[in-house]
Structures are given as structure tokens and as C-alpha cells.
């Protein structure tokens, strides 16, 4: 014991060895040498001597706790955790074999075990924090939602500096479904912890799981100010700019990831969808080179690649590519590249092959996109019921005049050719294009649905226009002598809401062969909300068409409209003859360069929609009568399309 006090460790040792030769105390030597040889660096020398020190003397704390420690550190939790039995730890009056077995009871997901060590603890020490803190998050892991929130909140208060706590707490509430008070918690945090982005970062994470994605976007946004160098921060606060198409700010987060984590590949790999989606398709090789400069995963390039060589039409050299990025990197955007190179390649039934495969992953996302869209057809099953003469005749006479000419709306099934269509339209110095934004729904959401219409009156339509109109203003300046196009083609399902609060809007629908919109829907990548979630599977996808137009055909039975149709076959034909009609129509003079729609498409910026792409290809013609080449995979859900083919003037 002198030579270790006085630093002669080798000395100590040397003694303690000769000792236990010579027949000195076996425990009392083996637990100094335990000791001696763990400082050392030695640790399985020190578990054989601790073991040895605690089998001659069991019920020895300081012994058992050093070769707790010693396991510990060798990474040997069961055997620490068969050394802190539970009757040792209930004897020890320090409370340290307890807080081990609690600890390592966790470590092993053990928690029964661990919520009884902690709550021993507790009940003996109940100002120790630590454990309060512990037990809290040993009942999370139990189940036991009451009692993590008030071991939770005991821990925070008695010691109100300690961040992680309130973190913990934050995350049993939220698991408890008390998301409000969770909210509050973090607010709070945050508020006490400037410099931490860790509260802010829990609480978007929380309204990400509400699906309150409005509320997501500033609270990462405050959260990177305070970690700008937070690789993982800056990531998804670029995905959340993306989403509300903050282009520039989205590629600045992006390339700081980057820059923060040099071979961050989800960076990347958001970057190269972004200037797929702004068809910046130059920018592919730098980024490229920079990532494989930077030692990025291989697979990672070869999506990259593979998104340049499809823009360059160098279908070979994507498929190449596309099979030397691994299962893991962008698997649902990997399948649908190679099933869309394989289309333009003619390979049809490899193509659908992949296709279904696009979909089959998209179907496996937690937010049971399949339930999402059988809740939106029942929804519109619902309004469909409604629609009847006696329903309509039940309106008030309201008809304010309006403050201004009511906009058009640009209506459709999706890819019937309206992002083209909005193109053209946005080439016209007079006109102003909404792309499927949300001023109606939010009108929508404030009205309560289709039910709440027949009482409205003069009041109840001016407020509601003039929302409207607030929103547009959010989006775009609209001048006093602009037509404002409101584009969204699923508003098919809103002409009751659309005639009730403007009488004299205008119309224009945009027609394509029912079997080639259908399939173009089933072999797009959408963003899957409730809608676009319909086109996972081909029964659905006829389901929601059929519906679709059954609600278009009642809603203008009993609501006839202004309206003009674009026939998506005429127009890909000659689009000049096919346009000037609608010009007159919507009363705007000829322009020439409205034409010009790739150089218009050029200089929108982020195209929200699946056909981000084509709008910038000169107008082609191989996307019409696809669908014959499909026809055997489309052939069951053709006897539901049927009436709808003869209905529209096309043929099967």
C-alpha cells in the first residue's frame, strides 16, 4: 500500500505477488492487485484477481464494485450484471451496487430489472436526480407511460440545468400521446439552453411525427442557426426547404452538410435530386467529382451518375450504373430510374417489373399509404352521395359581387398534360399561374367541407374570397389586370366549393386517353399524399379515376360551367392550333413566345410536378398510345376505363 501511494506501481505489484506466494491474504491481495494491475491497463489480469477476491468474500461492496467496473470496461455487461445481484444491491447500503445493476439491466433491455434497482435507489436517495432521471427512462421503455412522466418530472425538478432531462421527459410525454405538453417542455428548454439545438431539434422531430409540417420548418431552421456545423441539422433542414421549394436556401444546407461532413451521402444524394428537379442537369458532374473526391460511397455516385446519363439519354450507360448502386442508397427512386430507362428502352414488361416494385416500396412506408387513399375515395364517395338537386336547392341566393374577375382553374386527372399546359400559359406576360398550391384547400379547411355550402351568405363568401386571395397574395403578386390560372388538376373534385364562392370562373380541362393517364400515374414517382397515394396499385388507381369523373360529371350536371377542353393528343400535335382557341377563351391576346414553353420551363425554377422533366424537352409524341404496349398488365382494370374511353371520344 506505501510503494502504490508513493506512484511505484510496479513495486506495489511486485509485493502484492510475492505476498500471496507466500501465503499472505488472499482476498486482501487479490483485491489490491485487482486495483493495481486494472490501473495498468490489464483488465482481464484485473478481473482474475478481483473474481478471485470476490469469491473469498461475497458480500464484499468495494470488491464487487471494482469488478463491476473492471467487466464494465472489458465490455462484459452480462457477467457485470451477474456480479450486482439483486439481494447485493438491496444489502448495500451505499446504493452503488444498485445504481450498476440498474444501469446495466438497461444497457440490456432488462428494464423490469432496472425500473426495481432505480426505484430501490430513489426510495433511499430521493434527491439523486440521476436515478430519478434513469427510472423515468427505464418505465419508457416498459410501457409505463404515468410513471416515466412523473419519475421524469421529479428529476427536472430538482435539478433544472440538466438538458437531457427535460429532453427525456419531452419524449415521455410524446409517447403518452401528451404532445402539447411535450411542446411546452422543449419551448421551454430551448429557452433556457440558447446554445443547444438539441430541444429545437426534438420538437421538430415531434411535429414531423403530427405531420405539422408548417410548424416543422422554423423550428429546424432556428435549430441549424444555433449548430450550423450539425451535418445532420443542416440535412434536413435543405429536405424541409425543398418541400416549400426554398430552393436556394435548400442547396446553401445542403452543400454546408456537405462541407460539414465531407462524406455525408444523404447530402449528396438530396443535392442530385434537387437539380434533377430544377433541371440543372449541368451541375450533375461537378457534384460528382466532388463527392468522389471526397471518398463517398461508390454506390452513392453511381446514382448520381445514373440520374446524368438518363438526362443524356444514354439509357446503356444508366442500367450500368444503376446496377452498382447497393439496396440501401434511395431504393425507391433507384427502382423507378431503372424502370424508366428501361421504358424509353422498350423492354415493357421489364419495365413493368420495376414499376411494381417502385410501388410495392412505397406501399411498406409507415404512414399506410393504401389506408390513406381508400379514407380520401370514401371521402369522395361520401360528397358524391350529396350531390343531388335537392341538395342544391337548399343554397342560399348569396351571390356578393366580386372584388375582382374570378380566377380560371386548370383541372385534370393527373399527367393529362397540365404542367405543359401551365407552362404555356405562364409564357403570357397577363397571366398568373398557381402550381397546385394550397389557397382553396386552406379556404376548404376554414368552410369545414362540402356540407357546410348551401348556408352560406354574402358575408360567409366575401370573408371566404378574400382568404383566398390573402393566400394567392403569399405566393404571387397579382396584379389588377392579370388573370390568375389556379392550377391543380385533382380540383375536378371541388367544383361545388369553386362555383359557390366564384360564379363566373372559368374552366379549362385537360383530356388524355383514360389508359394513358392511368398508366403514366402508376409509373410516376409522386409525392405520396392521400391522392397520389391511390397510384400504388392499379385497381386503385381505376377506382379513383372512376370516381373521380363520376363526381366531375354530376358536379357539372347540376353546375354547368364556362369551360374549355384541351385535348392532350391535339395539343402534342400541332400546339398552336390546339392553344389559340383557349387564348380566346380566357380572353388574352396572342403572344408568339407563349410557345417558348421550354424556355419558360427553364426559368421557373423547381417544377413540383412528375413532369419536371419533359416541360423542358421540345413537345414529343412518344407518351401517347403507350399504353398499348402495357395493355396485357392494364387488361384487368380496362372494364372499369371503359365508359370513360367511349365517354371521351378515345377507343380501346
Not at 478481473?47 to 469488478?67: Q, S, Y
Not at 446495466?104 to 432521471?133: C, G, K, T
Not at 354574402?458 to 389556379?486: C, F, N, W
Amino acid at each position: 500500500m506505501s510503494a502504490a501511494r508513493a506512484g511505484d506501481l510496479v513495486g506495489a505489484r511486485s509485493l502484492a505477488e510475492r505476498g500471496l506466494i507466500a501465503g499472505g491474504d488472499i482476498v486482501a491481495l487479490n483485491a489490491f492487485l485487482g486495483m493495481i494491475v486494472a490501473r495498468a491497463g490489464d483488465l482481464a489480469g484485473a478481473v482474475r484477481h478481483l473474481r478471485a477476491a470476490h469469491g473469498g468474500r461475497p458480500d464484499d461492496a468495494t470488491i464487487a464494485c471494482n469488478l463491476i467496473a473492471a467487466l464494465i470496461d472489458l465490455g462484459d455487461l452480462s457477467g457485470a450484471f451477474a456480479i450486482a445481484t439483486q439481494p447485493l444491491a438491496m444489502a448495500d447500503p451505499s446504493l452503488r451496487i444498485a445504481r450498476y445493476r440498474g444501469f446495466l439491466a438497461q444497457s440490456l433491455e432488462r428494464f423490469d430489472e432496472a425500473a426495481i434497482a432505480y426505484a430501490h435507489v430513489v426510495d433511499r436517495a430521493p434527491d439523486d436526480f440521476e436515478s430519478w432521471n434513469n427510472l423515468g427512462n427505464a418505465r419508457t421503455a416498459q410501457g409505463d407511460g404515468p410513471g416515466s412522466v412523473a419519475a421524469l418530472e421529479k428529476a427536472v425538478a430538482l435539478d433544472r440545468r440538466a438538458a437531457p432531462t427535460r429532453l427525456n421527459l419531452a419524449a415521455a410525454l410524446r409517447a403518452a400521446d401528451r404532445f402539447r405538453e411535450s411542446e411546452a417542455v422543449l419551448r421551454e428548454a430551448a429557452a433556457d439552453f440558447p446554445g443547444d439545438a438539441r430541444p429545437l431539434h426534438e420538437l421538430y422531430v415531434q411535429f414531423k411525427a403530427e405531420g405539422l409540417h408548417d410548424q416543422a420548418l422554423p423550428v429546424i431552421e432556428e435549430a441549424v442557426l444555433r449548430d450550423p456545423r450539425n451535418a445532420s441539422l443542416q440535412f434536413k433542414f435543405a429536405v424541409e426547404c425543398g418541400l416549400v421549394l426554398r430552393t436556394a436556401d435548400a442547396e446553401t444546407a445542403f452543400r454546408q452538410a456537405i462541407a460539414s461532413d465531407p462524406q455525408f451521402a444523404d447530402a449528396y444524394l438530396g443535392l442530385a435530386v434537387q437539380y434533377e428537379h430544377t433541371n440543372r442537369e449541368d451541375e450533375f458532374a461537378p457534384l460528382t467529382a466532388l463527392a468522389e473526391a471526397n471518398g463517398v460511397d461508390p454506390g452513392v455516385l453511381s446514382f448520381i451518375r445514373a440520374l446524368d446519363q438518363r438526362r443524356a439519354k444514354d439509357f446503356e450507360a444508366a442500367l450500368l450504373s444503376l446496377a452498382m448502386v447497393p439496396d440501401s442508397v434511395e431504393p425507391e427512386r433507384t427502382a423507378h430510374i431503372r424502370a424508366t430507362v428501361l421504358d424509353r428502352l422498350g423492354q415493357t414488361d421489364e419495365a413493368f417489373h420495376w414499376f411494381a416494385e417502385t410501388a410495392r416500396l412505397h406501399q411498406a412506408h409507415p404512414s399506410d399509404p393504401l389506408a390513406r387513399a381508400a379514407t380520401l375515395r370514401e371521402t369522395l364517395e361520401a360528397e358524391l352521395a350529396l350531390l343531388s338537386p335537392a341538395w342544391l336547392g337548399g343554397w342560399t341566393s348569396a351571390r356578393p359581387a366580386p372584388e375582382r374577375p374570378d380566377p380560371v382553374f386548370l383541372v385534370g386527372f393527373p399527367r393529362s398534360g397540365t404542367t405543359l399546359l401551365d407552362t404555356i400559359l405562364m409564357g403570357h406576360p397577363d397571366v398568373v399561374v398557381l402550381e397546385e398550391e394550397p389557397p382553396l384547400n386552406l379556404v376548404d379547411q376554414t368552410l369545414g367541407g362540402m356540407a357546410a355550402l348551401p348556408g352560406l351568405n354574402d358575408a360567409d363568401i366575401v370573408r371566404l374570397r378574400a382568404q383566398y386571395y390573402a393566400e394567392v397574395a403569399k405566393i404571387a403578386p397579382l396584379a389588377a389586370h392579370q388573370t390568375l390560372v389556379d392550377k391543380s388538376p385533382l380540383f375536378l373534385h371541388k367544383v361545388p366549393l369553386i362555383r359557390r364562392l366564384f360564379p363566373d370562373a372559368k374552366f379549362i380541362l385537360a383530356m388524355r386517353h383514360p389508359c394513358d393517364v392511368l398508366l403514366s400515374c402508376y409509373m410516376s414517382n409522386f409525392r405520396l399524399n392521400a391522392a397520389m397515394s391511390n397510384f400504388l396499385q392499379l385497381e386503385d388507381a381505376a377506382a379513383f379515376y372512376d370516381l373521380t369523373f363520376r363526381l366531375w360529371a354530376r358536379s357539372t350536371e347540376l353546375l354547368p360551367l364556362d369551360q374549355h377542353m384541351i385535348v392532350y393528343e391535339r395539343l402534342i400535335d400541332n400546339v398552336e392550333t390546339e392553344v389559340r382557341p383557349l387564348f380566346s377563351f380566357l380572353g388574352l391576346d396572342w403572344r408568339d413566345e407563349a410557345l417558348d414553353h421550354q424556355q419558360t420551363a427553364r426559368t421557373r425554377g423547381m417544377i413540383t410536378t412528375a413532369s419536371y422533366a419533359q416541360v423542358t424537352e421540345p413537345i414529343y409524341k412518344r407518351a401517347a398510345g403507350r399504353w398499348e404496349r402495357y395493355r396485357q398488365h392494364l387488361e384487368p382494370v380496362l372494364p372499369i376505363l371503359q365508359p370513360w374511353v367511349d365517354r371521351f371520344g378515345y377507343t380501346l
